[in-house]
């Protein structure tokens, strides 16, 4: 699409020439196959702010883009004119390690601040999705819980501070830099997991924590895949603190943990120290009995990097497939879905009832029924990618609960509605 | 705002017509809802409306809308910041009957319930599931979980737990306009903002809150208790920096000085060290493994900063001793004077032995001697100042003081409030920690919950003088 030669003066005025992108590079950028008219990299918030004042006079489609990791949630942008990077934006600002407090900008890559906290011996158990190219501003901004989120809690549990421009181009304050916070209205919670929609975020605070001292994974591989729910259940009642409770289909787990049970694996996660962490996997080898094929424990060097690789599951379990559905349900519910997942591959966290399905895009009218299932235990389906075709027919997101409310909301912090439009609310 | 006499009736009429059964006028029985456990303020409301269900509660915010009255929700009115301080001649909707627990749901580990309910309640009715509720203000005893929601509680154990808002699921809230919406659930993930976040801590100024799914946790099947007595303040903090940079993260780490142990040893014979200028109470728990390295792991740091005695308490019989003079710290200090004045303030943990001497020093200047009983783990301060209202120019002094330590505490990175809320206390304060932009995005959110701005309004957020309406 053809940039206004207004528009392209303006971002060049703000940034410099080697910032802004106006050219066949602005595919990159694309989103459900809607390429930006400018793709800019600002360094600064005060660039951020004057960008998003500018495309408010212009009344332009502003989207936020971190990684690009989760560029596929949401539904197509009503309108997409600017694509504002967060990349250069990536300073450490504070790293207070006896706090347990680091502000960083929005940015930062995840994998960056991970191993200047590693050096504390700390780290923050998000465990995003493709952690070698997710930012932190865009972990917070989507919201999506990690792998480990039934022991560790969601993102919006970890930011103490943000800072963001509004929609309106203001740069706004919530929360602070101190752990314990209730001073005004939440704004973290407010702009975690908001999609872009409310404000572009340039700073977090975020709480961190002590690594544990050692962890280990236990790989269950089970003979049908009928039983794996149902076992991952028996193991978050009966085995104490267990940090993950994983299930994979068997293409998935032969790819990622090198092994092919045929009824797929469940993977437990522990952390702790090593007596304990001894007495829970003995729990674990007698709760699971006869029904695991085989018990293997992954420990130590070996742990790192097969944990990364489960965290890229969009990639690696989704390898090849188009559509990423995310699918959220009360946890104890997870069980009654084994047969809207069997034959697929799939990605599942048992303890937080949230299962990652990737699949051709195929039978909508399975989606919508799915849909339907989800909502009726009291969940939610999202699409995390889809071709264009399926998004058109099929709604990135369930109707959302309390929809004027939102649309207000929206419109406190983006009257103009020019960021990221139509992406979640209007 | 106030109601005009000949409105009175009609009001009370339309109350009665929505089906509401129990609205008080009698000034003798709504005068004890015209403050709440905050000595600033108070201010008579010309109803009370005593719901018995959340239809009561829709019922009542109609007729307010059709009568342009504000209301304040109100819970135990055990609040420090004036949250459940009414507009004069306004109402006041007690939730207080709204107190069923409506579901546990333990292989969920939820549960939901209505707003009413007092917070300890809820942790022994779930006890037979081994589950409880983890957020545990120090008056879990009285104060209700729909207040909790509204001031986003703390509590000693919220250090490892997280404070209320970790632990709200989900919310049935009555908008000041008089919908009902639903917000959040039992699923990890739901599509649109936060708003369950954004109503947690908002002091009811963004509707009322009628039902409340709680996350409940599993009872840790090991809980070590310790004791530790200082000769200095400083080490006692110290040691607390040390602990959580060695990095143990305890589920409790509660700080007392050597006044308030004075005062706790005189009125409830807790068996604290006599001779002691700090005390700090330690808290851990988990698997064997865990809780046994990091008791010893804590005494061993504590003994470097020069402790004087480490107690251990292993079984429930022991911890309640330890805890209890913690517990029953406020009431001890009622005790001592007539009224007192207690603060809630955060500071990054490292800055604490800097900012408490301050704050000693500021309050000496004014005659008093501070108290301190608080969250030392998460940095969160409670200094507390006894005076006699009676006295000539105490109750001024204690203000003034009180401002100098909010200053203080600001300076040192910290903030307005931890756990207390703003409420009508610190609203002007506001300006101190957000700039004119942030507050105005609070505004705009507040009105776009609150068109009319009834709900519990001039509250949280500095009033606005003429002019200073921003334009959008
Ligand atoms: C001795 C003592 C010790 C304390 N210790 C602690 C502590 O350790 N940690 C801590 O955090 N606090 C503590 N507090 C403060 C207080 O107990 C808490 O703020 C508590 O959450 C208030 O609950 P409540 O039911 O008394 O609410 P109220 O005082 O009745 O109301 C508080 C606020 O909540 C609003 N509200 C009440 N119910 C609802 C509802 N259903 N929907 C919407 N809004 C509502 C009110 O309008 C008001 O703004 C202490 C207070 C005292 C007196």
């Not at chain 2, 545990?136 to 207040?147: A, F, H, L, R, W």
């Not at chain 2, 040691?239 to 007392?256: C, D, F, K």
Request: charged share 20%; aromatic share 6%; proline share 7%.
């Amino acid at each position: 699409m053809a940039v206004s030669a207004d528009l392209r003066e303006t971002l060049v005025g703000l940034v410099g020439p080697e910032n802004v992108l106006t050219g066949p590079e602005t595919l990159l950028y694309a989103v459900d196959g809607v390429a930006p008219k400018a793709v800019v990299f600002p360094e600064t918030r005060d660039q951020v702010r004057e960008i998003v004042r500018a495309a408010r006079r212009e009344r332009l489609g502003v989207l936020p883009f971190g990684g690009g990791t989760k560029v596929g949630f949401g539904n197509p942008p009503a309108a997409y004119d600017i694509a504002v990077v967060t990349r250069r934006l990536n300073r450490v600002v504070d790293y207070s390690p006896a706090d347990l407090t680091v502000v960083v900008e929005a940015g930062l890559g995840f994998d960056r601040l991970t191993d200047l906290l590693r050096r504390e011996g700390q780290f923050l158990p998000l465990d995003p999705v493709g952690p070698g190219r997710s930012t932190v501003g865009g972990i917070v901004a989507a919201g999506l819980g990690g792998l480990r989120r039934a022991f560790y809690g969601p993102p919006r549990d970890w930011v103490l501070g943000v800072a963001a421009v509004a929609g309106d181009g203001e740069l706004i304050r919530g929360g602070g830099r101190t752990v314990k916070n209730v001073s005004g209205y939440d704004l973290c919670r407010l702009l975690a997991g908001s999609w872009g929609s409310l404000g572009i975020i340039v700073e977090l605070c975020f709480k961190v924590f002590p690594l544990p001292p050692e962890d280990v994974l236990a790989v269950l591989g089970l003979p049908a895949p009928a039983d794996l729910f149902g076992l991952g259940r028996d193991v978050w009642r009966q085995v104490p603190y267990p940090a993950a409770i994983l299930g994979l289909d068997a293409e998935s787990a032969r790819t990622l943990t090198g092994r092919g049970p045929a009824g797929g694996a469940l993977l437990v996660l522990f952390s702790g120290v090593r007596p304990d962490l001894e007495s829970q996997l003995s729990q674990l080898r007698s709760v699971a009995g006869g029904r695991a094929e085989f018990f293997e424990v992954v420990r130590d060097d070996d742990l790192p990097g097969l944990w990364a690789r489960l965290c890229d599951h969009p990639d690696l379990v989704g390898r090849d497939l188009p559509v990423w559905v995310r699918l959220s349900v009360p946890p104890a519910e997870i069980g009654a879905f084994a047969p809207n997942v069997a034959g697929r591959r799939f990605l599942a966290d048992i303890a937080g009832g949230i299962i990652n399905l990737y699949r051709e895009p195929d039978d909508p009218a399975g989606m919508v029924d799915l849909r339907r299932r989800a909502n009726a235990a009291g969940g939610s389906l999202a699409l995390g990618r889809a071709p264009a075709a399926l998004k058109a027919a099929f709604p990135a997101w369930d109707a959302l609960p309390a929809p004027e409310l939102m649309d207000r909301v929206k419109r406190a912090l983006d009257p103009d509605g020019i960021l990221s439009p139509g992406r979640l609310v209007r | 705002m106030t109601v005009q006499i000949h409105q009175r009736s009609a009001v009370l009429e339309a109350f009665r017509a929505a089906g509401i059964r129990q609205v008080l006028t009698d000034p003798v029985e709504v005068a004890i809802f015209a403050k709440d456990a905050c000595p600033l303020d108070q201010a008579m409301p010309a109803f009370v409306v005593v719901a018995e269900s959340a239809d009561d509660v829709v019922a009542a915010v109609r007729v307010c809308n059709r009568f342009s009255l504000p209301f304040t929700a109100r819970g135990a009115g055990t609040g420090i910041s004036g949250g459940a301080v009414p507009v004069e001649g306004g109402v006041v909707i007690s939730l207080a009957k709204l107190n069923r627990i409506l579901e546990v749901d333990p292989e969920n580990r939820c549960a939901w319930v209505g707003p009413g309910l007092v917070n300890l309640q809820l942790s022994e009715h779930v006890r037979p599931y081994g589950l409880h509720y983890a957020p545990d203000p120090s008056s879990y005893m009285v104060s209700t979980i729909g207040g909790n929601v509204a001031e986003n509680a703390g509590g000693p154990h919220c250090l490892a737990y997280g404070v209320t808002t970790n632990h709200i699921l989900g919310l049935e809230l009555v908008l000041p306009t008089g919908e009902v919406v639903t917000l959040g659930g039992k699923a990890a993930e739901y599509p649109g903002f936060d708003l369950r976040g954004l109503v947690v801590g908002s002091e009811g100024t963004l509707g009322i809150v009628t039902r409340v799914l709680v996350k409940l946790t599993p009872n840790p099947p090991e809980l070590r208790t310790l004791l530790i007595s200082f000769r200095s303040l400083a080490d006692a903090a110290a040691a607390v920096s040390a602990v959580i940079a060695a990095g143990v993260i305890p589920v409790a780490l509660e700080m007392m000085d050597r006044p308030c142990l004075e005062v706790i040893e005189e009125y409830v014979h807790a068996g604290y060290p006599a001779d002691a200028e700090a005390v700090l109470i330690v808290e851990v728990d988990g698997l064997p493994g865990k809780v046994a390295a990091e008791a010893e792991q804590v005494a061993q740091i504590a003994r470097a900063h020069n402790a004087v005695e480490v107690r251990l308490a292993t079984d429930p019989e022991q911890r309640a001793r330890l805890w209890f003079g913690r517990r029953a710290a406020f009431g001890a200090i009622a005790k001592l004077k007539p009224n007192y004045y207690l603060h809630d303030f955060v500071v990054p943990r490292t800055r604490l032995v800097e900012v408490l001497t301050q704050i000693r020093t500021i309050c000496e200047k004014y005659g008093f001697v501070p108290l301190n009983v608080f969250h030392a783990g998460d940095g969160n301060l409670h200094p507390l100042i006894v005076y006699d209202y009676a006295e000539a120019g105490a109750y001024e002094r204690a203000l003034r003081a009180g401002q100098e330590i909010i200053r203080v505490c600001i300076a040192a990175g910290g903030t307005l409030s931890g756990e207390h809320g703003i409420g009508i206390e610190k609203r002007d304060l506001m300006p101190l920690v957000f700039s004119p932009e942030d507050l105005a995005a609070m505004r705009r959110l507040k009105r776009a919950f609150d068109p009319n701005n009834l709900a519990n309004p001039d509250k949280l957020l500095p009033l606005e003088t003429a002019g200073q309406e921003a334009a959008h």
